[in-house]
């Protein structure tokens, strides 16, 4: 039998959270487009209502709840999250797929801000970083601290090329290395 003051078993975090993805629903001025769907706020738990449920505003213009998405956390990408949680602005990258003319679902959400940057290089989807907020910071930094091993990156040092043995390459040929016709 534990005493209270023997420390139990380390509790590992989970390399997973859910969050709930709050999007917004703007009128656009434009030729080709009425409307644009963006990404703006995370919450730390996700909600029971259904996806699409209007959270404020009209049908037409406001904010939305788009749904729940389980944010995995990978033991190889930690370094990753601690430039993320260091920035000053740490972020959850949302990404949202259309699906139809007015329906767009939670394709992707990352802790991982070099993946939020390459999901942002791409056509078709809307990418946008996200405030964290606190509670999912804490868990970031949990599975960072439970997780991380720092590598100390060693440079490789090359060989010196042989001008030797570059000239022998070359072949005898005595010119350009040019097969042409001799007049």
């Known amino acids: 039998m534990m005493s209270d003051t023997e420390p139990g078993p380390a509790v590992k975090p989970d390399n997973h959270f859910e969050v709930g993805v709050v999007v917004e629903k703007r009128r656009l001025k434009g030729p080709w487009a009425t409307h644009a769907w963006l990404p703006v706020a995370?919450?730390?738990?996700?909600?029971?209502?259904?996806?699409?449920?209007?959270?404020?505003g009209t049908d037409d213009e406001g904010t939305f709840y788009a749904g729940a998405y389980d944010v995995?956390?990978?033991?190889?990408e930690t370094a990753h999250y601690r430039d993320n949680l260091v920035s000053g602005r740490p972020?959850?990258?949302?990404?949202?797929?259309k699906l139809g003319?007015?329906?767009?679902?939670?394709?992707?959400?990352?802790?991982?801000?070099?993946e939020g940057e390459s999901m942002a290089e791409g056509i078709g989807e809307v990418v946008e970083a996200v405030p964290m907020p606190p509670d999912?910071?804490?868990?970031?930094?949990?599975?960072?601290?439970?997780h991380h091993i720092e590598r100390v990156f060693e440079k490789r040092k090359r060989d010196r090329a042989d001008p030797e043995a570059l000239a022998r390459q070359a072949g005898g040929s005595g010119g350009s290395g040019r097969k042409g016709r001799r007049e």
């Not at 995370?42 to 404020?56: K, Q």
């Not at 972020?91 to 797929?97: D, H, N, P, T």
């Not at 003319?101 to 070099?114: I, L």
């Open 42 to 56: 995370i919450l730390p738990a996700a909600p029971a209502a259904p996806p699409g449920t209007r959270l404020s």
């Open 72 to 76: 995995h956390l990978h033991p190889a």
């Open 91 to 97: 972020a959850l990258w949302v990404a949202l797929r």
């Open 101 to 114: 003319d007015e329906d767009y679902e939670v394709a992707t959400v990352t802790a991982d801000p070099y």
């Open 136 to 146: 999912l910071q804490a868990k970031l930094l949990a599975f960072f601290e439970a």
